[in-house]
């Protein structure tokens, strides 16, 4: 007989009663070459047969478990044929069904083609589908029954469905091949609503919503049943098809671990460094730490607690403890309340907050420690700001300060009398922000002369009433205390634009008698010194304003940016701008020579400070040539400084970077004149608010001299005001190289388990002078050294928050530099072992999440003075083949059939091609640049024959990453990974897991879906 087709060859076998092999036989010999049996559509055709009566023919049946078994038939085909039948009231047919399913459920495989592997994730979900719907049919069929009194058979056939329901989604592998169906259902349906349209090999795909919506109704139905087995079974199989959307998104926190010293170094380094940083990039860093680091919410509120306390009881008294007070309980609230909006996923916030102030008042020696450092109730006054911040209830800051009053009646008294009186900084500080916010209430401009609301409300509108409130602002701390407020609620730049506008309206007035000139000479002063006290308080970047083209940049700003010396900045002292128009010079020269007083009417003081330069290179040499005597010296200084300070600033600046340039013998007669502007008034003063203007003067003189005072080993002795003005100043031990400073510091750090105040000082300091190369090579070599696991993730905390000091220059040099040198050479691997190895990949890691993070942002104040990487060195470094992103984008552009090609055989993936290349991200970023090479090594080291530590170190690496929770999706460094990895990578029994290959893969690209499907599939 000529078979014409598959139906007439089933039922020819059928007639003929052939055995199960026989039947194969035969059927191999009617359709010799050609097609294969999935395309013929043969497990549709024996089921469509088999289930054609009441009850399921047992010999065509046979045939069906036969090619399953055999492998003439796919997993995806037979899950299709099932899923496709849907009389659930023919229960003989139904349970056949579930038998057949039950010989493979649990063990699906396919060793396809890509697209094969999706096309089982598609037949698995429809599967699933058709389950539910029987499970409900069943369920309904039984309560049925109950109700008719035959409730056998129904329970019966329920029972069963569960089981398979069960043993379905207990796999692993299975929900993993389900994550990827419901991705690329929902992907499938996106490309469908932009009109690219077409399913897709004619599969009826069911799509996640009805599976939801067939949940919903078996759990209705189910409600009703009395059976409490079947019940729960089926509440735990709901329970596993839910967490299938969000199986990435599941991770223990750390509850065995009390202390975080990331954190708390984090809190640290920003409280001393970076109090004017944005609040946005600190809470993105700390949420950063957070998850990698797996912290429970209240421990991680406690531990940030717990570092600002550190850092008030720490804090050196002045300009700091200010800044300190101003981050504790004005910056971190703001903090806490964007970290509230971030933690919408977790239990309600203001919870975790008040468990972390129950944990903060069991502190009592620290809490104790720091009201006696700030005179007064602490914790009294945070419980407040978390208050109005929304961040505590009402009841539960009621209840943390009648707790914390009872705790300080047994606290040592240590108020003296003398301190009674003494206003706490805490409160000034909390009274400051809202004078800082009425002083910017004044519109932009010269309004800031006539606002009302100045300060205070009943000064006259004249500048003389200005002038009585900034006299107010110099006097005591005032000036520190306002400049900490708005730094730490991010006003401090509009606060600094109004001294600049000031300043800028100051520097000529034509009118004048007097009076008006002697006031304007005084705003001009004051507002000149307020300005170069928060450049060198808080960085220059406060100062500088957006620039724009064509608008005419403020005198103040000009003479910063080329004048004023800087930590890292050397200036040139015969630079144009010190060389101004020699009549002017001259003129300035008689004027301080030959007065018995400086002249005020229609001066114009920009001019005055840009001579002044010029104007002391005279009166030098005509000293250094005996014209002037010593005494005229003294007049002339006399006069630079007895009426307006900033005129001794302006000479100072120029002084101190002409000393630079002289030889040792040269130098007696720039430092002596240096002495003598910083030194005592000889001569009567007559402006106003001389003393207050005199203390800041000298306090930003001593700033400006400090580098080339060491430099020259000279002393000179600025007047005291009982307060360090530079407390983390020359930290370094003398005459000991840097390198053993920077081991000795680092040993003692993590004895100690975290970073003080003046350790990150001392790092920062090394990491100037040393460069990042040295600091961090040398700093790696410390941590490899470490054997003891304990020791070594403490050594990764503290080191992850050092290297906070420059994040993305360290992750640059980490990444590109260190790791390929150690991961090439093989005579270093042996320092890979673990535990070592395995600090260090966790430390990698850390470094590129957070910088990968964050580098789309702004460098920060302090982050800015150092040099950065030039772009070039790295494409020397890391050639990369522009070309390739171009040929891929053309191959992927049309829709996402195109992306077949590269799964096909005719094509074998390029070694490189990654999801960064599909993402076009710019490889001309050296951090992109760097990522980018790292998993090509990565790649490289998983596919050679040679194994090592080096091999474990990748392990380790790529099991961070997933720890970390890292999506391999856009915005991740996993899409830097080139897709040939994935498949080397599951080859290692550690990383061989279904959750693995969906961490580490982009699904959001028809690619990385098909990718991911074939590892999970082949596992």
């Not at 984090?266 to 990698?292: A, C, P």
């Not at 009417?601 to 040499?621: D, P, R, T, Y």
Request: aromatic content about 6%; glycine content about 4%; proline content about 4%.
């Amino acid at each position: 007989m000529k078979v014409v087709n598959l139906k007439q060859a089933i039922l020819q076998a059928w007639k003929e009663r052939w055995s199960d092999y026989q039947w194969a036989i035969n059927m191999k010999k009617f359709f010799p070459k050609g097609a294969t049996w999935d395309i013929l559509n043969l497990a549709d055709a024996l089921l469509e047969q088999a289930m054609i009566g009441p009850s399921p023919n047992p010999l065509i049946l046979s045939y069906l478990k036969y090619a399953i078994s055999s492998q003439m038939v796919s997993y995806s085909s037979v899950l299709t044929a099932i899923s496709k039948f849907d009389d659930f009231s023919r229960d003989l047919c139904v349970q056949a069904l579930l038998d057949i399913m039950d010989m493979f459920c649990d063990r699906l495989s396919c060793h396809g083609k890509a697209e094969e592997c999706i096309g089982l994730c598609r037949a698995l979900l429809s599967a699933l589908h058709w389950l539910l719907r029987c499970t409900a049919a069943s369920a309904e069929r039984l309560r049925e029954g109950l109700e008719a009194g035959t409730p056998a058979a129904g329970e019966k056939q329920l029972a069963m469905c569960l089981q398979r329901l069960e043993k379905t989604l207990s796999s692993t592998k299975n929900r993993a091949l389900l994550h990827i169906a419901k991705l690329e259902e929902a992907s499938l349906h996106t490309s469908q609503g932009l009109g690219q349209g077409g399913t897709r090999a004619n599969q009826p795909t069911a799509s996640w919503t009805a599976i939801e919506h067939s949940l919903l109704k078996l759990g209705e139905i189910l409600a009703n049943l009395s059976n409490p087995q079947l019940r729960s079974q089926a509440e735990q199989c709901g329970t596993l098809i839910r967490s299938i959307p969000t199986m990435l998104s599941v991770h223990a926190e750390q509850m065995h671990k009390t202390g975080f010293p990331t954190v708390h170094a984090v809190i640290l380094l920003e409280g001393t460094m970076n109090l004017t940083g944005e609040t946005q990039s600190l809470v993105e860093q700390l949420t950063m730490v957070k998850r990698m680091q797996h912290i429970p919410t209240p421990l991680f509120v406690l531990e940030i607690w717990k570092a600002c306390f550190v850092g008030l009881i720490e804090s050196p008294e002045g300009t700091e403890e200010l800044k300190w007070t101003a981050f504790t309980f004005l910056k971190i609230p703001q903090v806490l309340v964007k970290l509230k909006k971030y933690s919408h996923g977790d239990k309600d916030f203001t919870e975790d907050v008040n468990c972390a102030f129950e944990f903060l008042l069991k502190l009592t020696p620290l809490l104790d420690k720091a009201d006696q450092r700030c005179n007064c109730d602490c914790t009294n006054f945070l419980l407040q700001e978390c208050g109005k911040q929304g961040l505590l209830s009402e009841a539960s800051v009621n209840n943390l300060m009648a707790k914390r009053k009872a705790d300080r009646e047994h606290a040592p008294q240590q108020k003296s009398g003398e301190n009674a009186n003494i206003q706490p900084n805490i409160q000034l500080i909390l009274r400051a922000e809202p004078t800082v916010t009425n002083i910017l209430k004044c519109s932009s401009g010269l309004d800031f002369l006539s606002c009302p609301q100045t300060m205070d409300a009943d000064h006259s509108k004249s500048p003389e009433g200005l002038l009585g409130v900034l006299g107010h602002m110099l006097s005591g701390k005032s000036l520190d205390l306002l400049l900490a407020a708005a730094a730490a609620t991010g006003k401090l730049k509009s606060f600094a634009r109004k001294f600049i506008n000031l300043n800028e309206f100051t520097t000529y007035g034509s009118e004048e008698s007097t009076k008006p000139a002697s006031v304007r000479a005084l705003l001009f002063d004051i507002s000149f010194l307020m300005l170069c006290h928060v450049a060198q308080t808080y960085g220059s970047e406060v100062i500088l304003s957006e620039s724009r083209t064509g608008a005419e940049v403020p005198f103040f700003e000009t003479w910063m940016q080329t004048c004023m010396p800087e930590e890292g900045k050397i200036l040139n002292p015969d630079h144009p701008c010190f060389r101004p128009d020699s009549t002017k010079v001259e003129s300035l020269v008689a004027l301080l020579n030959n007065s018995s007083e400086m002249k005020l009417v229609q001066m114009k003081w920009h001019e005055a400070c840009l001579s002044i330069s010029a104007a002391i290179l005279e009166i030098l040499n005509a000293w250094e040539n005996g014209v002037l005597a010593f005494e005229s010296i003294q007049k002339i200084t006399d006069n630079i400084k007895g009426k307006v300070c900033s005129l001794a600033v302006c000479a100072v600046a120029w002084l101190v970077a002409h000393v630079r340039m002289l030889g040792l013998d040269e130098r007696e007669k720039s430092l002596q004149m240096i002495r003598q502007l910083a030194g005592p008034l000889f001569s009567e003063n007559t402006l106003q608010f001389y003393n207050e203007r005199v203390v800041i003067m000298n306090s930003i003189l001593e700033r400006m001299c400090a580098d080339v005072l060491q430099q020259t080993a000279t002393q000179i002795k600025f007047p005291s005001t009982g307060v360090d003005t530079m407390p983390y100043w020359n930290l370094l031990p003398p005459k000991r190289p840097i390198k053993e400073v920077l081991t000795d510091i680092f040993a003692k750090v993590l004895e100690k388990g975290w970073v003080d105040s003046r350790s990150i000082h001392i790092f920062d300091t090394l990491l100037h002078m040393g460069g990042v190369y040295w600091f961090c090579n040398n700093l790696i070599k410390e941590l490899l050294k470490e054997t003891r696991k304990e020791h070594t993730l403490r050594a990764v905390e503290l080191l992850y928050s050092i290297f906070c000091l420059d994040m993305q220059q360290v992750t640059l040099v980490l990444l590109g530099h260190i790791l390929p040198g150690l991961l090439t050479d093989s005579s270093k691997w042996h320092s890979l072992m673990d535990p070592p190895g395995t600090a260090l990949a966790k430390l990698a890691v850390w470094c590129a999440l957070s910088s990968y993070s964050s580098h789309k942002g702004q460098a920060s104040t302090r982050q800015k003075k150092r040099h950065r990487e030039d772009i070039e060195d790295y494409i020397s470094l890391f050639p990369l083949d522009d070309v390739q992103p171009s040929k891929l984008m053309r191959l992927l552009s049309s829709n996402e059939d195109d992306a077949n090609i590269l799964s096909s055989p005719n094509r074998s993936m390029s070694s490189s091609l990654s999801a960064s290349q599909l993402h076009t991200v710019n490889m001309r970023d050296p951090l992109n640049r760097v990522l980018a090479n790292l998993f090509l090594l990565i790649s490289s080291i998983l596919g050679s024959r040679t194994a090592g530590p080096h091999t474990q170190f990748v392990q380790w690496f790529m099991e961070e990453c997933v720890d970390c929770l890292e999506q391999g999706g856009r915005g991740s460094v996993l899409q830097f990974m080139p897709f040939t990895t994935v498949s080397e990578l599951v080859k290692v029994s550690a990383m061989s897991s279904p959750k693995v290959v969906l961490a580490i893969t982009d699904l959001s690209l028809p690619l990385g879906r098909q990718v991911a499907a074939k590892a999970i599939a082949a596992l």
